[in-house]
Structure formats: structure tokens, C-alpha cells
């Protein structure tokens, strides 16, 4: 049985000192400051003041804690928004949220491609873009692997801007040169990397969003 279908915890036993929400946010902090490989019963344990066996109770495994986790910063995505009248425009909002929370949890990208099993958000999430495609004739088939392609675009331009950020550098150029390369440093003087690099990941996925579906 997968988490979703479990009980929030045996029905023997002592009481339970705490929720698996708690167990949840306390492993998502660890993961959001140290990354994933960092999150584990025992870390997560100590950071609630508690043995790792106690949190054994709530789950069967880490990979229960990891499909919580994903699950739970899934419900940061803002749903059920007001349609714009154009499914592209629709499709490219909610990657432009998903693409800002893989940033804010630089850690989901590694744990989403892991495989596991989908909660709540996450369907609500496939329901979101199906509901958003629902103009459309193609096949559920075809609208089903665009799902799948915007998630891997977006998860492409988060690992990007994750290991940019590691590098502290906020500019991908690193080695430019005025002398040597005078109207790409012109360029980067009236644009930002930061715009540049929004330009071509709407680019690239109304590409390949036009290409599945249009």
C-alpha cells in the first residue's frame, strides 16, 4: 500500500508525539538548506528532538518521506486560476509557478524524477493541465506527453539556475570580454541574464508545447 492509502500511523503503539505534517516540514527544512541527500530518519529525528525509530510509527521508509515531501510543496502551486481564453498562455503560467518552486526547493527536481507515487497536489496538478487542455482536440495521449515534456523543460531551466546559483554568478558569461567580444557585452549591458534566460525558457517551451499540441 502506498503512503496515501495508509493509516497516519498504526493503530497500536504509544501515542504519537508527532503529526506527519510535522515529520513533512522538518524533513523539507533539512532538504531546502542541505539538500536532499541530507534528509534522513535520523536527521529528521533529531531535528524534531526524537528517536529515528519513533518516526517509523508514521512511515515505512524513506521513500514514503519523500513522496510526502514532494507532495507537500506541490500545494505552493496556485490552482484553478482564471483561464486567459489561450491554452498556451494558461500552460506557460503554470510552468513559470512550477519552474519558481523548484527554485525555492532546488532539492524537488532530484526527488521528483526518483519515481514514487503521486499524492493529492500532484494529481490535482495533471488535473489542472488537463482541465487547461480541454479546448484542444488532440488525443489524452498526446495531451498526457505534454504534461510530461513541460515538467522536463521546466526541470532543465531549474537545474540551470540551481547550479548557477551555486556558482554565484549571476551573469552565465562568465568569460567576457569587452576587447574580444564587444557586442555580446554590449548585449549583456541593455538585457539581464536573469531576462535572457525568461525569454528563452517561454521560447522553448511554447515550442514544444505548440509542437505536441497545436
Request: with cysteine; glycine share 8%.
Amino acid at each position: 500500500m502506498s503512503i496515501w492509502t495508509r493509516r497516519n500511523r498504526g493503530a497500536r503503539g504509544p501515542q504519537p508525539e508527532h503529526s506527519r505534517a510535522e515529520i513533512v516540514a522538518a524533513a523539507t527544512a533539512i532538504a531546502d538548506a542541505d539538500g536532499l541527500a541530507a534528509v534522513s530518519m535520523r536527521a529528521v529525528a533529531g531535528s524534531l528532538g526524537t528517536t529515528a525509530g519513533s518516526l517509523y510509527r508514521y512511515l515505512s521508509s524513506r521513500d514514503d518521506l519523500l513522496d510526502l515531501m514532494v507532495d507537500a510543496v506541490l500545494a505552493e502551486l496556485r490552482l484553478g486560476l482564471k483561464s486567459s481564453g489561450d491554452w498556451l498562455v494558461d500552460l506557460v503560467a503554470l510552468a513559470d509557478q512550477q519552474l519558481a518552486l523548484y527554485r525555492r526547493h532546488p532539492w524537488l527536481v532530484e526527488a521528483s524524477t526518483r519515481g514514487g507515487t503521486f499524492g493529492p497536489n500532484a494529481t490535482s496538478y495533471f488535473e489542472e493541465c488537463l482541465r487547461i487542455m480541454v479546448p484542444l482536440s488532440c488525443g489524452t495521449a498526446r495531451k498526457l506527453e505534454a504534461v510530461a515534456m513541460m515538467t522536463g523543460v521546466v526541470s532543465l531551466f531549474a537545474r540551470g539556475g540551481t547550479q548557477q546559483s551555486a556558482n554565484d554568478s549571476a551573469n552565465p558569461f562568465g568569460t567576457v570580454n569587452p576587447e574580444l567580444h564587444p557586442h555580446l557585452s554590449a548585449a549583456l549591458r541593455e538585457v539581464s541574464p536573469a531576462a535572457v534566460e525568461g525569454e528563452l525558457f517561454e521560447r522553448t517551451l511554447r515550442s514544444v508545447l505548440r509542437g505536441l499540441l497545436a
